[in-house]
């Protein structure tokens, strides 16, 4: 590796420049790099004489590389005979020299790397920024390999390092006889070798050479902490245990999944903090908004809004945090479907898949009229009217929860149909997102290759379809044979002792989420189902497992809206006040005379009067719009500007969803029913 500095200067002097350098031009870039390592005074004859010199010492170099090589091959042949060492002292000595020819090899590579290197860049047109980009692209690859094998070097450094302990060990045995404890000490020592090589998984060697991985170059950082003693050991201990951050060149960070040594127990202590101050700050900030007259969950989003990266950004765990907020969603629709009985269900049927539809089919009209007016791309257009067409299971639930509705015989309640239509728009999300590969083929494609599409886009439709269909007839038998029976188990089991028939309820709604996910279905739909089906055993089975589950959706739903005010950017909200205000209602009200519309069109004559509170649930842009929008800026279907439009959009319609909700309640719903609902 020393001799990479002056190689290079010499293979600036002696090789050919390529057709687009001039003499004049090669004799420049000679004088300017003899001027750096050499002075701006250097003469002919002392230029002649260094590139001489180096030229003789780099031909040394590899003389006295190949006379090592042969030596080293001698003394591991001379090693692997020697019969008086034993199998450990022969692994170690072997082990040793081989490293030491892999060192010698590689540092002959980095430097004919280094020539050609030069060679390419000299040969390059220095106005051509594309050739320059792959030049630097190649010199990652090289940098990013050599920092592989420098690492695997390292490895089996300590590898060897290992080996020469075992055979001092074996030496010291040999030495000396062993006391019972000793040799108890000793079957546990190597009960543990093979435990550890039993339960290590070669994940970097298995997945380096797997189709789409990259290398990449990361940071390990440690906790950034006062540098005393006390946090200095910590910080050792931490580094130890491989709970250091890593940092991409993307600016992503990443923390440990699973440790190497799966023996020692460690916990992510970044995520404990998380949870900690989410669950400290979110009651005064909940208290604060349940004072002023709003509902509790903007005082969870005001929370995750002040420990956000717009905020103090405290929170180092963001994607955990989300993902532990996804199981808010999951039991507060559990708890919905144990509210939302079967035969519910079955009156608005035809009402919850029809509504959600053609609003769909309605969004997407108006966003491709807009979108040509706006010379948008139509990819993009369908995909934002797509997004802004979907309202909050999570909110909407929230607004229901609990509440009493008392309607006559016959009437349609408008908490039934609301729900179901909700459940509709998840499932069209499901739908949506198997669809999004293809929109994102759609914005490249050709006229030619339409016919394709088209019929792909066919394809998955029936293929959901299909998964719909085994799912219910799915739920149908379960309803029959096997739900009786199971609670009636738990229920027995369970006396006296409440933990077998959380954890039976628990098990039961994650196996149908599991169910739905295998079928390419929303998993929050799977929630949903699965609380219905336990709400078909009856009222009193109703009221013993809410009393058991709510506690926990109350917590998780905490977590779940503060992870959303981690995506909410106050900032960039009052920069853009006025067009975030404008577009904000115009959607509102846009899918509110929608709904109203559709609702006037497919609403029995009796039950008119439900659709403007239906409406009112459905006037705003759904949470999983983020999740949507992010697949889509990575994709490039929409850019950075729109992205951030979307989010704030979403974000400020679910502020407003409250009080247009409150204002449909106490218009349309009787004075006795009104107190439940809000």
């Not at 003469?43 to 010492?57: A, D, H, N, P």
């Not at 050609?116 to 990652?140: F, I, P, T």
Request: with cysteine; aromatic share 8%.
């Amino acid at each position: 590796m020393r001799a990479t500095g002056f190689i290079s200067l010499w293979t600036l002097v002696s090789l050919p420049c390529g057709p687009l350098a001039s003499p004049a031009e090669r004799e420049d870039v000679v004088k300017h790099a003899i001027k750096l390592h050499r002075g701006k005074g250097a003469g002919i004859t002392q230029r002649k004489q260094w590139v001489l010199e180096s030229c003789r010492k780099l031909s040394g170099l590899l003389r006295q590389k190949n006379v090592v090589l042969n030596k080293l091959k001698n003394a591991i042949r001379a090693v692997e005979k020697d019969a008086g060492l034993s199998d450990e002292e022969k692994l170690f000595q072997v082990h040793t020299f081989e490293i030491f020819q892999k060192e010698l090899n590689e540092s002959e590579n980095s430097v004919f790397q280094a020539i050609h290197g030069l060679q390419r860049a000299l040969q390059g047109d220095y106005k051509d920024v594309v050739n320059m980009k792959e030049s630097s692209r190649q010199r990652l690859e090289a940098l990013r390999e050599a920092a592989i094998k420098e690492e695997m070097e390292y490895v089996e450094l300590l590898a060897a390092e290992k080996h020469q302990v075992e055979a001092l060990k074996n030496m010291q045995h040999q030495n000396k006889s062993l006391s019972m404890l000793d040799e108890i000490l000793e079957d546990v020592r190597k009960a543990a070798d093979r435990l550890e090589e039993e339960i290590e998984e070669h994940a970097f060697d298995d997945n380096k050479s797997v189709r789409g991985v990259n290398f990449e170059a990361v940071l390990r950082v440690e906790e950034d902490e006062a540098n005393s003693k006390r946090n200095a050991s910590k910080r050792e201990v931490e580094d130890d245990l491989g709970l250091s951050m890593l940092i991409d060149s993307q600016n992503n960070q990443y923390i440990l999944t699973k440790p190497r040594d799966s023996t020692i127990p460690r916990a992510d202590h970044h995520f404990i903090k998380d949870i900690v101050t989410i669950g400290m700050l979110s009651l005064p900030c909940g208290w604060l908004c349940t004072t002023i007259g709003l509902p509790t969950m903007f005082g969870y989003i005001i929370c995750g809004v002040l420990l956000g990266p717009s905020g103090l950004n405290s929170i180092k765990s963001i994607v955990q945090v989300e993902t532990l907020g996804e199981f808010g969603v999951f039991f507060t629709l559990f708890l919905v479907g144990l509210e939302f009985s079967p035969e519910r269900l079955r009156k608005v049927w035809k009402i919850s898949l029809q509504g959600p539809c053609y609003m769909t089919v309605l969004m997407i009209a108006f966003g491709l009229l807009w979108g040509h007016l706006l010379q948008i791309r139509p990819t993009q257009s369908v995909f934002i009217s797509t997004c802004l067409s979907l309202s909050s299971t999570p909110l909407v639930s929230r607004f229901l929860a609990g509440s009493v509705r008392g309607d006559k015989e016959g009437d349609i309640d408008y908490s039934s149909v609301l729900l179901g239509m909700l459940v509709m728009q998840d499932v069209q999300l499901g739908l949506f997102i198997a669809v999004m590969p293809t929109l994102i083929q759609a914005g490249v494609s050709t006229y030619s290759s339409i016919f394709k599409e088209v019929l792909r886009i066919l394809i998955l439709i029936g293929q959901i379809l299909f998964s719909l269909a085994a799912v219910f007839l799915l739920c149908l038998v379960i309803k029959t044979y096997l739900i009786g029976p199971y609670y009636r188990k738990l229920h027995t089991e369970s006396k006296g002792n409440k933990e077998i028939l959380i954890l039976g309820i628990t098990a039961f709604t994650f196996l149908m989420l599991t169910i739905t996910e295998l079928l390419d279905v929303s998993m929050e739909l799977g929630c949903f189902l699965a609380g219905a089906l336990i709400s078909s055993q009856g009222h009193m089975v109703t009221e013993e497992i809410m009393c058991c589950i709510e506690p926990i959706r109350d917590f998780l739903a905490i977590i779940f809206f503060a992870s959303i005010g981690l995506h909410v950017f106050p900032t960039f909200v009052i920069y853009e006040l006025t067009v975030l205000l404008f577009l904000t209602l115009s959607v509102v009200i846009m899918k509110f005379v929608l709904a109203v519309l559709v609702l006037s069109l497919i609403l029995p004559k009796t039950s008119q009067y439900i659709k403007w509170i239906v409406s009112a649930g459905l006037a705003q842009v759904s949470e999983f719009s983020f999740v949507l929008g992010s697949r889509a800026r990575r994709a490039g279907i929409i850019s950075r500007e729109v992205y951030l439009l979307i989010l704030s959009v979403t974000t400020l319609s679910l502020l407003l969803a409250p009080a247009l909700w409150r204002a449909a309640i106490m218009k349309c719903v009787p004075r006795p029913e009104r107190r439940s609902s809000t």
